[in-house]
């Protein structure tokens, strides 16, 4: 279970974020909001974030750092 607050680390990017394995954020919106995905800040830098969004990971594809 992931809350908002706990920093994570990626496992696995997927195809939706290839590259991002073994980056560490923090979690924005536990999934309940989004669909499941959970929301992680912190992958990109604050700029992209600003115009691109967080990236969002399923529960699989991160663990608790």
Not at 7 to 20: L, R, S
């Amino acid at each position: 279970m992931f809350r908002k607050g706990d920093t994570v680390t990626v496992i696995d990017g997927g195809t939706d974020n290839p590259g991002t394995e073994g980056c560490t954020g923090t979690v924005v919106d536990d999934g309940s909001l989004s669909g499941g995905l959970i929301a992680v800040r912190g992958i990109d830098g604050r700029f992209a974030e600003a115009i691109k969004g967080y990236r969002g990971y399923t529960a699989d594809q991160i663990k608790h750092a």
